[in-house]
């Protein structure tokens, strides 16, 4: 439980870019974060943050481009945070329930102090993929026409980034450090192979069941005891299940 107030903290924020196409759009994300005093930028398997094009259009935040962190993967990029938000301009069962930039602003103040946070968004063209977003906790939209729901990447990354740093002024309580993606992926693997051996999850399609509980655990804003309460569970359904098979 809180036992304090806190205030957003926009430094524990980093901007994923999963597989972006064009360095301009990079370098028009670069001067959004920094408008939005957001400095950390991470880039999936991308066009370089050091082209030319993304200077052009960086306009004095060159710096983040220059910093920016360059990963093979959205699992190895998001390995040491705590939470992690997907955006999609689509929906559907697997990607609920969506908030909007300021549900989702709200959600995140609380928990900016003592956790790391990563905004991801997908590619130009693709978004993201189911798959990269079970790796993700929670789900943003931004609402826009149905007619045309896709924004430029630069301009989704500017509206969630301002939400935010309007939220930096509000106060909400502080909660406690939450597990990191990495714990909660060892965990997820720890469930998928135990629910398996006692026959739980499909052998052919284990994933379709996983999903839902990504989701569900993923909603629920887990602490880094809560992991170790479930590892231990997921142990002792183990250790129960090789003493029965030895004694068979």
Request: charged share 25%; proline share 4%.
């Amino acid at each position: 439980m809180a036992d304090m107030e806190a205030k957003i903290d926009l430094d524990n924020i980093a901007i994923i870019l999963v597989r972006p196409r064009f360095p301009e759009n990079m370098g028009s994300v670069a001067r959004a974060m920094k408008n939005m005093g957001i400095h950390r930028l991470i880039v999936v398997d991308g066009c370089s943050p050091l082209h030319m094009n993304a200077y052009k259009l960086a306009s004095g935040a060159e710096e983040i481009l220059e910093r920016a962190e360059e990963c093979p993967t959205l699992s190895e990029a998001i390995s040491g945070m705590e939470c992690i938000v997907g955006t999609t301009s689509e929906t559907g069962k697997e990607r609920t329930p969506l908030l909007t930039p300021k549900e989702l602003a709200t959600k995140l103040i609380p928990i900016s102090k003592k956790n790391f946070i990563g905004l991801v968004f997908g590619s130009e063209k693709e978004g993201l993929t189911n798959e990269e977003l079970s790796l993700c906790h929670l789900y943003a939209r931004i609402p826009s026409s149905e007619s045309f729901p896709s924004l430029n990447l630069a301009q989704a990354v500017m509206v969630l980034c301002y939400e935010l740093f309007q939220s930096s002024a509000a106060t909400l309580r502080q909660s406690a450090k939450m597990a990191s993606s990495g714990q909660m992926e060892k965990m997820f693997a720890h469930m998928e192979s135990t629910l398996l051996s006692i026959g739980f999850l499909e052998e052919e399609n284990p994933k379709r069941i996983m999903r839902t509980l990504r989701r569900l655990f993923g909603r629920s804003r887990m602490e880094e005891r809560d992991v170790q309460i479930l590892q231990g569970i997921w142990s002792r359904v183990d250790w129960i299940l090789m003493k029965d098979k030895g004694r068979g």
